[in-house]
């Protein structure tokens, strides 16, 4: 159907030679234009499409609290000192806040040595200093053990800036957020490191705690800058070596790096034209186009090379390569990019946009493995002896023709192995347990992770659970009646298991109350009257104090913010968290109306798309290439077989995963559907060959011998080629990327013995001559 159409391409490609090659070169130069939009973005809310719930609730709690996102500088006292109340310690804490307060990023500051407290005061409340001047510190033993009883006695400091125990305390910083932006993020990281260098608090005895967006925006950031820098000139390296070793020429190491590098550079140029942002996901991206250029084009040359073995001229044996070839390194192009396009059906934006990046890299790569190489290879010359050897003699030769003697030997015992094999790695991978949990992208000595599990620790969580209640009307916050209820709700979090302290209006308000009545602890409730209420709104307001509350309540009254610290737990356990505060809501709590916000919410939600895009991305994937096997082949035999070393390899790695008590996230989800795509290329040209062969009135036995040895060469370089490149992303500093080269390698090695082990050894049982 397709051989005339695939007859004129090929002639077109080698007659119109040099327009081919122009073409490729104006393309690939016009691609770096628009690489000046490419930017880096790892914010929670971009992982969302538009109009997803949550990002709805992200974007309310900007609209009505302003700024969501905080830096955190955690202090803990110095062996020896008794607590945080020493001049030392007092005199860091106030410098960290002087930075803080200083930064062009940072709009809002709170710390010890800022932080005021309400109480009463000539029989009315008042709000004053701590400490009021830190230039005339007094250090006397008497003013620090002043300051040191004052703070046990505030619930509004308490588990929030400082610990009960007095010997941790926090500098909280907020920062400014811009959509879709974070280059301020990491302008406050490079600065504060800067501050650090010359302040040289470790010096002191002094171990600074950080953690937050900025510090994690950092991190991400410049892991993926590290890795460009190390992990991908290692993988052109490696991938030098190889050329050089299987080929033994100069045009046989230079023109698959054309494919790879044009490739890498269309792909990455549309990114940029769609002003698409790199993040933590995809930020393996140039390495996984740099595979996707390396298979159909090795296929090319060595298809190549075979016909020059056999006399032909350039010219002639680029032609015929490319006709040869053209079909086969079609649908393995198809069948890569469908893994890819699968990967679009989830609700997780970088997913969405690697799917499509990617689908256009194996597509891209076709294009040019079946014009701009067959074009520069009619340019050769001499074909040299060692490549002809290499071709034809070398030790992978002798492997693929003795392969077959075996294969049929043990036939049955492979088969059984194949079934047996299967069926464990089906029991395994059935036990696998999604965990988006974003602490799994760190390795156990990433600084950042340790610094997160301080805070998680002392602080009763890292992150917060965000509420937001609507009381209906403009200044309900003031109503007794939704403080209360609102109280209510807020006992009811705070005693969940892993719960910390909450931070909301009710606290501020019980805190005034006390204050009004000469602090008494028995008035810190709810005042009786909205009037009473809004006096000590007022009054507070009067103080100028610092804190000025738009962080809970916003500017028109009608929303108020319910901020719970909630330690890390594994996602499946969150989940089930929020699924019995909203059961609690709907039966103890009708006349609430509650909006769910917060990183861990938006972290649940990443947990509940992976679960269902697994399934989703995995199950289209194997739908459509297994419909494009019986399309291919024109066969339900064919097809159904050609699907053993599609799922075996993918079966296997997942099984891997659960031994190793590796979760599904992210990175893991991307691997099943994209290898699934990567790894039946093998399987296509090898069937491909096999069916050719028996149409030719060849006998099993012949056309499994003949498919080895005329495509096993192909296969065995290029799956050691993808082995060898996959396993350098393991080198990678985030474990998203080293989970895709790690099991992408394991994959890939494991669905070369497929396709040449057991799927002749069941076409030699099954098939019939």
Excluded at 402 to 413: A, D, E, G, H, S
Excluded at 477 to 504: D, H, I, M
Aim: with cysteine; hydrophobic share 45%.
């Amino acid at each position: 159907m397709f051989q005339p159409f695939i007859e004129k391409w090929s002639q077109f490609v080698i007659q119109q030679r040099l327009l081919v090659i122009g073409l490729t070169v104006l393309l690939v130069g016009l691609s770096f234009y628009p690489m000046k939009n490419l930017y880096f973005d790892n914010s929670s809310e971009q992982f969302f499409i538009e109009g997803d719930p949550n990002l709805i609730n992200f974007d309310n709690i900007i609209e009505r609290f302003g700024d969501n996102d905080y830096m955190f500088v955690g202090v803990q006292a110095r062996p020896g000192d008794k607590n945080v109340f020493n001049g030392d310690t007092l005199r860091l804490i106030a410098k960290v806040t002087e930075f803080m307060e200083d930064h062009e990023t940072v709009t809002k500051v709170a710390s010890l040595t800022k932080y005021q407290y309400i109480h009463s005061k000539d029989d009315t409340q008042a709000t004053d200093d701590l400490i009021e001047d830190m230039e005339e510190l007094d250090e006397s033993p008497e003013n620090m053990e002043r300051m040191a009883q004052i703070m046990k006695g505030e619930k509004l400091a308490l588990g929030n800036i400082i610990t009960e125990d007095l010997q941790h305390t926090v500098v909280i910083a907020r920062t400014q957020y811009f959509k879709g932006e974070n280059q301020h993020k990491l302008k406050l990281m490079e600065d504060f490191n800067i501050f650090l260098a010359k302040e040289r608090f470790e010096d002191q005895g002094y171990k600074l705690r950080v953690y937050g967006s900025a510090p994690v925006d950092n991190l991400f950031f410049h892991a993926n800058q590290n890795d460009q820098k190390r992990i991908y000139p290692l993988m052109f390296l490696i991938l030098l070596v190889f050329m050089y070793l299987s080929f033994r020429t100069i045009s046989g190491i230079i023109f698959p790096f054309v494919v790879i590098i044009g490739s890498i550079s269309l792909v990455i140029g549309i990114q940029g034209l769609l002003t698409w942002p790199f993040n933590s996901i995809n930020t393996a991206l140039p390495g996984i186009l740099i595979i996707l250029g390396v298979g159909d084009s090795v296929h090319m040359m060595v298809e190549f090379y075979h016909f020059r073995a056999k006399g032909l001229d350039p010219k002639t044996a680029a032609e015929k390569a490319t006709y040869s070839l053209w079909q086969p390194c079609f649908f393995t192009s198809f069948t890569t990019s469908v893994g890819f396009i699968a990967l679009s059906v989830t609700k997780l934006t970088p997913i969405r946009e690697l799917g499509i990046l990617g689908a256009l890299g194996a597509t891209t790569a076709f294009l040019l493995s079946v014009t701009t190489l067959p074009a520069l290879l009619s340019y050769t010359k001499k074909l040299p002896e060692k490549t002809r050897q290499s071709v034809d003699q070398g030790w992978v030769a002798r492997f693929t023709r003795f392969l077959p003697t075996v294969l049929f030997k043990y036939k049955k015992i492979i088969a059984t192995f194949g079934l047996v094999f299967s069926l464990l790695s089906m029991v395994l991978v059935s036990q696998l347990s999604v965990d988006s949990n974003f602490t799994h992208y760190f390795k156990e000595s990433n600084p950042l992770l340790q610094d997160f599990r301080y805070f998680n620790t002392t602080y009763k969580g890292a992150d917060n659970m965000d509420f937001m209640i609507d009381s209906g009307k403009e200044d309900g916050v003031k109503e007794p009646e939704f403080l209360n209820e609102l109280l209510r709700f807020q006992t009811y979090l705070e005693g969940l298991e892993g719960s910390g302290t909450a931070n909301s209006l009710v606290n501020y308000i019980r805190k005034m109350n006390q204050a009004m009545h000469n602090d008494d602890p028995a008035f810190y409730t709810i005042p009786e009257t909205r009037e009473l209420v809004a006096q000590y709104l007022l009054l507070y307001e009067l103080s100028g104090p610092e804190e000025d509350l738009t962080d809970i309540k916003s500017a028109e009254g009608r929303y108020a913010r319910l901020s719970l610290k909630f330690q890390n737990v594994s996602a499946n356990k969150t989940n089930q968290t929020l699924i019995q505060i909203k059961e609690k809501l709907r039966q103890d709590f009708p006349d609430l109306k509650v909006e769910i916000a917060g990183s861990l919410a938006m972290f649940n939600a990443q947990d509940t798309y992976i679960r269902e895009g697994i399934i989703q991305s995995f199950s289209l994937a194997l739908f459509i290439i297994g419909l494009s096997f019986f399309v291919l082949f024109r066969s339900f035999k064919y097809g159904t077989l050609s699907l053993i070393p599609s799922i075996v390899p993918i079966l296997f790695a997942g099984g891997v995963m659960y031994l190793l008590d590796i979760k599904l996230d992210m990175g893991t989800m991307i691997v099943g559907a994209m290898t699934m795509g990567i790894a039946v290329d093998d399987t296509i040209h090898f069937m491909n060959r096999y069916i050719h062969n028996r149409q030719n009135r060849k006998n099993v036995w012949e056309s499994v011998s003949n498919a080895i040895s005329e495509v096993g060469r192909a296969l065995i370089f290029t799956s050691m080629i993808l082995i060898c490149g996959f396993s350098v992303l393991a080198l990678g500093e985030l474990k998203p990327v080293i989970y895709i080269g790690l099991f992408s390698s394991i994959i890939m090695g494991v669905a070369l013995f497929a396709d040449l082990v057991i799927l002749p050894a069941f076409l030699y049982l099954l098939d019939k001559d």
